[in-house]
């Protein structure tokens, strides 16, 4: 018989009952999903994980009745002069319904004079549906395709209000002109007081923007064809570093192919770039436009996956794209998903118009810059109830990279700066139209 002692078996077997519910009994480790982090105690979620404070919504208060209808007679007609790109022309379309309705009159559909770089030809009934906008608004606001035969020949006497500042005010300035003139032609001031416009008045502009305003039978079936290719889910992303951009912004950069620089040189005219202290000074105000590569680094601290489908919402000519395909490699355009001919054959203001009805409609979007086209897709994501919206800061970027941040570090505070953006819910809508509500 073989002796054994008692004692070391016990101490063995209590050692080990200890390390078992030591092991059972202690929390699951947890993991960053933050690739970036270099806090391990703290998950890092996407950033459309986040829960905001509070948002924008719908209230819809101008269809809800006792507004005053237009009146029978009314001041004159009022044509929009819309210039620019399609949705810097619809804002200004729907502040001229705005003006015709608190001027009471009657507003013509306008004709588009878009950028000659665009060789555009396309007009206001191309893009949208006429019929319907008119029929939409018989509730708030006179709209007729022309004008009476009396008028008709008539060119219309100029009002430009588009330099006005501070305390302009359309029943003073404009209004005595219509009354002269029977027939104006207005760009409306982007920096109107509508705080003074009566309610009727903002119920016309809001109708106008929000629920009258659908794109022809045509171009939203091409429109709906295009969304149905794009793999779901998936984010649009408007990124904005085409050559007149970059030259716009009068801003340079380093490590830019020889074809960038001289697409950028050859639309630069007198608009030279920055340099020295200049050129710091206005990097770090971000007003340099975030290239390819510096945009997937930002939604890499977001912690977006690199595997993500994206819809390039843009126009053509984009520069340095594999600095973002390089990363992000599920990337889609409209160009290698429509046919051939049928992207051949459109203008600027339709294939806009396609780029802005995918925005609205998908799961998540995440802009560049703040221009019209940023401002008109959030406000209506809003209005829709899709919030997984978000503008990449320039002005962090550049006052990151220039405190000399780098690597896990420069994820980190990329991480912070759009996490407190996000929460806020910033820039999402238009108040005149919106609602603000605790989430």
């Excluded at 962090?396 to 780098?406: P, Q, V």
């Amino acid at each position: 018989m073989i002796a054994v002692s008692v004692k070391p078996l016990f101490i063995t077997i209590f050692t080990l009952s200890l390390v078992a519910a030591i092991v059972l009994l202690s929390p699951s480790p947890t993991f960053p999903a933050n690739p970036f982090s270099t806090d391990s105690s703290t998950v890092r979620l996407e950033i459309w994980g986040v829960q905001r404070l509070v948002e924008w919504r719908p209230c819809k208060w101008w269809i809800q009745g006792h507004l005053n209808a237009p009146p029978t007679e009314n001041n004159g007609y009022i044509q929009v002069d819309c210039y620019g790109g399609l949705n810097q022309m619809r804002r200004d379309f729907c502040n001229g319904v705005g003006i015709a309705r608190l001027l009471n009159a009657t507003l013509v559909l306008p004709k588009f004079e878009a950028a000659a770089y665009w060789n555009e030809s396309s007009g206001f009934a191309d893009v949208f549906d006429v019929d319907y906008f008119i029929q939409q608004m018989t509730s708030f606001a006179k709209i007729v395709k022309e004008l009476p035969p009396e008028l008709a020949s008539k060119e219309p006497f100029p009002v430009d209000c588009s330099k006005r500042k501070g305390q302009f005010d359309y029943i003073e300035s404009v209004l005595p002109p219509l009354l002269e003139h029977r027939f104006i032609s207005i760009t409306p001031a982007m920096s109107q007081r509508r705080d003074r416009y009566p309610l009727y008045a903002k119920a016309a502009l809001c109708q106008a923007c929000y629920s009258a305003l659908r794109l022809a039978r045509s171009l939203e079936d091409k429109a709906q064809e295009l969304f149905k290719a794009i793999p779901k889910p998936f984010l649009s992303l408007h990124l904005r570093f085409e050559p007149d951009m970059v030259a716009y912004s009068q801003c340079e950069y380093s490590g830019l192919s020889s074809s960038s620089m001289e697409a950028i040189e050859a639309v630069r005219d007198d608009r030279k770039p920055w340099t020295g202290e200049l050129a710091n000074v206005w990097r770090k105000r971000g007003k340099c436009p975030l290239t390819p590569n510096e945009t997937a680094l930002i939604m890499q601290a977001l912690s977006i996956p690199t595997n993500t489908s994206i819809y390039l919402a843009a126009g053509d000519g984009l520069m340095e794209l594999d600095g973002l395909r390089s990363v992000y490699t599920n990337v889609f355009t409209k160009s290698a998903l429509l046919d051939d001919q049928d992207f051949t054959n459109m203008h600027g203001n339709t294939k806009a118009a396609l780029d802005y009805y995918v925005s609205i409609n998908s799961d998540s979007y995440v802009a560049t810059y703040f221009g019209n086209m940023d401002k008109m897709v959030a406000a209506m994501r809003a209005y829709k109830g899709l919030y997984k919206t978000l503008f990449l800061s320039r002005k962090a970027f550049s006052e990151l990279t220039f405190r000399g941040l780098k690597g896990n570090e420069l994820m980190e505070a990329l991480w912070s700066a759009h996490k407190e953006d996000f929460v806020i819910g910033r820039g999402s809508a238009l108040p005149d139209c919106f609602c603000e509500s605790k989430l």
